[in-house]
């Protein structure tokens, strides 16, 4: 494979319906299927072109390790974006210097509580497009929920049927698949690139 995307898709197609994820939802564990999965991504990668994202954008998400946050992020690679994560407890400010210093164009939230610290920093982040909730429902023209993005980037697609495999053509092992940033314990955080071969 020549990126994660590529990686992902096939472990997808040869898995296919076996679970690919167990996770609990509701108080009880649920499996997700590899095919489920990877429509999914892909919804969220059609989505963010249909949004206007182009190759190499930042993308940030903030959360706890779940299935949305592993949607995303294969979907942030499958629009030729990159993920720049960020940890859930960074206070609102710690956010702002990240979202900032990476242009991150989007941020993908898990909570209204994540939610709430981009919504205080927004108006000093002119870059920053909006905020895509896992839960909850929007609170500000500036926000949609993963679901709404999900359907848009299926409508898209069908307008688009050759856009994904297109871009991820594209992606080669030296292009910057993700940013992760430093805790920044001696300082402002640094921002560790690391490429899809990486």
């Known amino acids: 494979a020549r ?3 590529e990686l992902f898709e096939r472990q997808a197609a040869r898995q296919g319906g076996k679970a690919a994820v167990k996770h609990k939802r509701d108080g009880r564990w649920q499996e997700v299927s590899w095919k489920e999965m990877a429509r999914r991504a892909r919804d969220v990668a059609d989505g963010l072109a249909a949004l206007g994202v182009q190759p190499g954008e930042r993308i940030s998400i903030i959360g706890a390790t779940q299935l949305e946050w ?3 992020d294969v979907g942030v690679m499958g629009a030729g974006a990159i993920t720049v994560p960020i940890y859930q407890s960074n206070p609102a400010h710690e956010c702002q210097y990240i979202l900032e210093h990476s242009g991150a164009s989007w941020a993908f939230v898990d909570s209204e ?3 709430a610290k981009i919504r205080e920093v927004l108006p000093r ?3 920053l497009k909006g905020i895509i909730r896992f839960t ?3 609170r500000s023209e500036k926000e949609r929920t993963l679901e709404s993005l999900e359907r848009e980037g299926a409508a898209w697609r069908e307008a688009h049927p050759q856009a994904h495999a297109e871009r991820v053509a594209r992606i080669g092992m030296q292009d910057t698949a993700c940013i992760l940033y430093t805790s920044g314990t001696t300082g402002n955080p640094k921002g ?3 490429t899809h071969g990486n």
Do not use: K
């Open 125 to 127: 982040l002119p870059g």
């Open 192 to 194: 560790v690139v690391l």
């Open 70 to 72: 592993n949607v995303a």
């Open 113 to 115: 509580a994540q939610a």
């Open 3 to 5: 990126n994660l995307v």
């Open 136 to 138: 909850g429902e929007p």
